[in-house]
């Protein structure tokens, strides 16, 4: 495909052997809910006015859910939650579907021989299994996308790569900031219903990321004006660039 990732999440893609590319996203339905992701009912029909997109949709499931708090955190091992600690009733707020459905669209496309190569984007391991037997058993190679989350958000700890997905994909790569920024679908498209507009809140998160790129670059110039051109715009940007546009800030009075 000419271009990939036309701002989709989780994608499984394949490329059928009459050489035509397919696209196939197992995402969720639109999730207006209190204390849910954003309402996605935008993104679905977007991708539907893209030739040889298929979206299967997931759902989301809100319950009550009673968990140990965080802190202070196990001394014995942080990584696991520490038994002295009193519980709290949360919303717990979950995806549903979507990884059962890429899981049986790429075995059903591997045993209808499809495609020859399907590239699978996620970091979740639950999807090791059903990559391997398509390897295995129908001899079709997968590779494995991750996405990268922008730097610090929703913390400054990156997310370590799935050491199943490794073992069991053909390959495993990183999709950065870049190549998202350079994959945008266009501010607006049109299908049967009406125009389709991409959300402000997007169009800021791909600015802003561009402009902190914008501010290593003159940073490592020594551009001092443009430097504080761009810091005094940080406000402008979503709380994930802001953040990490006044990290540098910091890091530059420093230096």
């Given amino acids: 495909m000419a271009r990939p990732l036309r701002a989709c999440l989780r994608p499984v893609a394949v490329r059928p052997r009459d050489g035509r590319p397919l696209l196939h996203r197992a995402g969720q339905a639109d999730a207006a809910k209190p204390l849910g992701p954003p309402a996605t009912g935008h993104l679905p029909r977007a991708l539907a006015t893209l030739p040889n997109?298929?979206?299967?949709?997931?759902?989301f499931l809100l319950k009550i859910s009673r968990q140990p708090k965080v802190q202070p955190l196990n001394p014995a091992n942080p990584k696991i939650p520490n038994p002295a600690n009193a519980t709290v009733e949360i919303w717990l707020n979950e995806e549903?579907?979507?990884?059962v459905n890429l899981a049986t669209q790429l075995l059903l496309d591997a045993f209808d021989g499809n495609f020859d190569l399907a590239v699978v984007i996620s970091n979740d391991s639950d999807l090791a299994w059903p990559i391997l037997k398509v390897r295995t058993k129908f001899k079709r190679n997968v590779g494995v996308y991750k996405p990268e989350r922008p730097a610090g958000y929703p913390s400054a700890i990156p997310r370590p790569d799935s050491k199943e997905l490794k073992n069991n994909a053909?390959?495993?790569?990183?999709?950065?900031?870049?190549?998202?920024v350079a994959s945008q679908l266009p501010p607006t498209l049109k299908d049967a219903t009406g125009t389709i507009t991409k959300p402000p809140h997007l169009n800021l998160v791909i600015v802003g990321i561009a402009r902190r790129d914008e501010l290593e670059l003159a940073r490592s110039r020594s551009e001092p004006a443009l430097i504080a051109d761009l810091l005094r715009a940080a406000d402008r940007y979503p709380p994930e660039v802001t953040r990490t546009l006044r990290a540098w800030a910091v890091r530059l009075r420093a230096a």
């Fill in 53 to 59: 997109v298929h979206v299967r949709e997931g759902f």
């Fill in 96 to 99: 549903k579907g979507s990884d």
């Fill in 170 to 180: 053909r390959w495993f790569r990183h999709i950065e900031e870049r190549h998202l």
